[in-house]
Nanobody
């Protein structure tokens, strides 16, 4: 398994939760790492990304509520989620990407369920 995610579960609206993802191998230090999510019947969407160059990107829907961080020493990326809402309910997937001259190299974790009850 190249990307191992942990965290997730059930939380009440307004609560907080942390997701963590570990990359297997030092090569991931050169990869952009972050999180996508997919809710039932909806397309997969970017949640937050911590690029290898330090750039941080958030989806508009989570700005001010979620914080993504990466630790290149442990090759992990974490997603701190607060102010959770029922529409945050989804399967959250860890993602890593590096763009090579021949194209992108993508890795996906297995996904972890986050359910926010109202």
């Amino acid at each position: 398994v190249q990307l191992q995610a942990s965290g997730g579960g059930l939380v009440q609206a307004g609560g907080s939760m942390r997701l963590s993802c570990a990359g297997a191998g030092s090569s991931f230090r050169r990869y952009d790492m972050g999180w996508y999510r997919q809710a039932p019947g909806k397309q997969r969407e970017l949640v937050a990304m911590a690029s290898a160059d330090g750039t941080i990107t958030y989806a508009e829907a989570v700005k001010g509520r979620f914080t993504v961080s990466r630790d290149n020493a442990t090759i992990t990326v974490q997603l701190e989620m607060s102010g959770l809402r029922p529409d945050d309910t989804a399967v959250y997937l860890c993602h890593a990407r590096r763009i090579y001259a021949w194209g992108p190299d993508d890795y996906w974790g297995l996904g972890t369920q986050v359910t926010v009850s109202s």
